[in-house]
């Protein structure tokens, strides 16, 4: 008796399954959570209280660092504009002002890639919140053949490359590309 239960719920799982498939596409291989990481070309905004001298934009270079007067090279890349901030306070405090109070934020991001079946691919400045339809129309639109269903985003995770199929309102971050494939007539 218990192996013939066992035999159904194995049978009716199965069924399941069989029936969940969908013709959208669902494979989202990119990462849509965690806090904003810094990368070359972020452009950022460090207010040093109490010194207007420090206090300026500065761009994350091709190193992954922002060059501040007095303290020279900080690492950004890959980290939080909070980590940013208590780096640069540290760097601070380390012989040059007593209590620095630093306050880093992203004031622009880097640009975002789209390429294939769009008005205009090529390079686009991002804004926060972002999705593949909002790129797609900062692109120019669909054109008359593209696939006007899903797209690829190609995303850098770490020192990987990682590619997923996403549908229109997928998040996307600085940095991806995204490909519209033409649809097969």
């Known amino acids: ?14 069924t399941l399954v069989a029936c ?5 596409p669902a494979t989202y291989l ?13 452009l950022v905004r460090v207010t040093v209280y109490g010194d207007a001298n420090l206090t300026n934009s500065y761009r994350v270079d091709d190193a992954g660092a922002i060059a501040l007067p007095l303290v020279g090279a900080i690492p950004a890349r890959g980290a939080t504009t909070e980590v940013v901030g208590g780096r640069i306070t540290t760097a601070l405090a380390n012989g040059f002002m007593r209590n620095p109070n630093v306050a880093v934020e992203v004031a622009e991001y880097r640009p ?13 400045s991002y804004v926060y ?17 593209a696939n006007r269903n ?11 490359m990682v590619r997923g199929s996403v ?13 519209v494939s033409e649809r097969w007539l």
Not at 1 to 14: D, G, I, K, P, Q
Not at 20 to 24: C, K, P
Not at 30 to 42: A, C, F, I, K
Not at 112 to 124: D, R, T, W
């Open 112 to 124: 975002f890639f789209i390429q294939g079946a769009v008005g205009s691919p090529g390079a686009l």
């Open 1 to 14: 008796m218990r192996m013939l239960r066992l035999l159904f719920a194995l049978l009716v799982s199965l």
């Open 150 to 160: 899903s797209a690829v985003i190609y995303r850098r995770q770490g020192d990987d």
């Open 167 to 179: 549908g229109l309102d997928f998040p996307i971050l600085p940095g991806d590309t995204i490909v």
């Open 30 to 42: 990119v990462e849509q959570t965690g806090p904003y990481r810094l990368d070359s070309g972020d």
């Open 20 to 24: 969940s498939h969908t013709s959208r």
């Open 129 to 145: 919140g972002m999705t593949v339809r909002a790129a797609i129309s900062a692109a120019g639109g669909f054109t008359d053949v």
